[in-house]
């Protein structure tokens, strides 16, 4: 079982970034996907989740109306576009995946905004 994140990087703030999870090893099309960050000194929080099917997602309320979570089913790929990002978006963003039963996690991609 991998989760792979990219798309991490330094950025300015107002800016963008789009992250990406390849998933393989497991069969994805069942699983609730989620990305998860954690900033230094914090806990790790959930910032996005998509249902199997993509049909449902969930936001925090920090990330809602910048942040857009996606899957691709058929390329066992899930996203994070990422816009408007300011400095409290700094963190290291793991992809998760879940269903009854069986949890996994990526190793993460760290995002810095900064000027």
């Known amino acids: 079982v991998q989760l792979v994140e990219s798309g991490g990087g330094l950025v300015q703030p107002g800016g963008s970034l789009r992250l990406s999870c390849a998933a393989s090893g497991f069969t994805f099309s069942s699983f609730v996907m989620s990305w998860y960050r954690q900033a230094p000194g914090k806990q790790r929080e959930l910032v996005a989740s998509?249902?199997?099917?993509?049909?449902?997602?969930n936001y925090a309320d920090s990330v809602k109306g910048r942040f857009t979570i996606s899957r691709d089913n058929a390329k066992n790929m899930v996203y994070l576009q990422m816009n408007n990002l300011n400095s409290e978006d700094t963190a290291v963003y793991y992809c998760?995946?879940?269903?009854?039963?069986?949890?996994?996690w990526g190793q993460g991609t760290q995002v810095t905004v900064s000027s």
């Open positions: 998509i249902i199997s099917t993509g049909g449902s997602t």
């Open positions: 998760h995946g879940w269903r009854l039963g069986a949890v996994y």
